[in-house]
Every structure is written in C-alpha cells, then in structure tokens.
C-alpha cells in the first residue's frame, strides 16, 4: 500500500533512488528505476512541461485551488466546464448524441441543454449513467488535450488538469496516467465539514447530501493515491496560503520550447560523434540526449 502523503510531503524514494541521488545521477536514473519498482516517482527534478492532476471529493474546495492557481500562472484545464460547453448546445455532436439517447425533455425552454433534468435522469441509474458516459467522455477528452497542448505551445511550465473521475482513472489506469502526469494533488476537507458545505451550498437536505457524497470516491481514498495532499479545514485564506507554500516547493518544469532547444543540441552531438565513432554511437548519444533533455 502506497503511503499516505499530508501537505508538501512526498512518497518515499526506493533505496535505489536514494544512492542515485547520492551519486549525482537521480536526474537520470531515479525516474526509471522508481517505475521498475512500481513506486511513484520523487517529484524533485524539473520535466518538460509538468501536467499535475487535481482531484477532490464534492465540496471539497477543489474550485478554489483551481482559482489560485491560476492566479499564479499556473493555467487549470477544467473537464468540468468543457463538459458544460459540449453538452450545452443541442446542435453540437455531444449534444445531438445525449438527445437522442435521452430525448427532447432534456432540453430547456432556452433550447440549451438542461444538465440539472439529465442529471436527475443518471443520477442512481447506472446504464443510463453509461449511456451518458459514452456520448461524452471522448470528446471531453479531445478537447481536454487540445487545451493543454495550446497552452504548452503557449510557453507554460506548469499545467493543472482539473479532472472529476481523476481518482477513478488512478484505479483502473495507474500506469497510463503516471506516464502522463508529474504528479497528482488532492485536496481534501474533513467528512462534517464537506456535509455543512455542500448542504449549504446545494440548499440540500442532510439525506441527500449524503448520498451524492456517498456516490463518490471518499477523500481518504482520494487522498492515498495523491502525490500531494492540500488539507481545506479552514478559512479561505487557510487554503490559499496552502497550495501558495505548495507551488513554492514545486520544480519550475521546462517549457516546449527550450525542450526543443535542448533536443537539437542532443541532435548536433550525435551528428558529429556518428562523424567521428561511427553510427551506432552517434544513435547512443542521440537517445541518451533526448533522455536527459526530457528528464533533466
């Protein structure tokens, strides 16, 4: 079972990871070698451009680490909100899909999409839940990677990908999504007071605000599979003081660009060490620097 982490506290590193850093080769080797041993990486050296996941239970306060975190140019692709444009317009293909799967009583006076009524629909009936699941999820993410390659393109360091069934797909793809994130925050809020909170903020009786809790993944859980724990069992101000002492102990990353950079210099030493030693190590020196470039 993989430690549980509190605020600013990483996983412990394999003792393999410890005497590579040691050496001065934890850059290098650390990364792989924590993969091999099926461990979570140290999240310690700056990657190419860093994709950290944010997950949190419902009332949790997810939304306003979220907001801080763009103040702090750190810019968050919300599935959420792009799941509420897609399914929004009617006319739209996702829209067309949950029409024809749910009917026109899904659609509001507006001519928009009534999420609350197709809520109430899936809301406890699992088939039609997967119904609603598969006329969205691919397009949701479609449109989550375009997001987050214009933004890479656009220069950022640091991406946060706000994604609800995050915790979810940590299950059932751990490996994938370890490939792809530098790591995964969750925020989480004690059991009383995420109740008081979504019963005040849903104007929710105590009885149902319990079973959309209960419908989800608790946040203990949420909170072993996170790299990062940012605890919300205060203010507001609390909070952001938080995710600001987070992101000071985080690696700035790398931009595209200076990847790309990084990579033609690789690019130009295997050239001339082909020219010089032959091939074989012009190709060894050209993997060995595109490594490194990606990881250092």
Known sequence: KRPVTHLLHHPRASLACARAR???????LCAPVCELAGRRRPQTAPTMVRLLGLMGPIASGKSAVAARLRSTDCPVVDADQISHELQSDPRGSVGRRLVAEFGSEIVGADGMIDRARLGEIVFGDPSKLRALNKATHSPILQEIMRQTVVLMLKGHR???LDIPLLAKFLVTSPSLLRLVLSGVVAVVVPPDVQLARLMSRNKLPEEEAKRRIETQMSGEKQRELAD??????GTLEDLEGRVAAFLRKQPH??????VVVLFFLALGGAVATAMVAGPLAGT????GGS??????
């Open 291 to 296: 490594f490194i470039a990606a990881k250092l």
């Open 158 to 160: 640091q991406i946060a």
């Open 22 to 28: 040691e050496r001065g080769f934890a850059r290098v």
């Open 228 to 233: 990062w724990v940012i605890e919300n069992d």
């Open 284 to 287: 060894g020196v050209l993997v």
């Open 253 to 258: 990353g790398r931009t595209m660009w200076e």
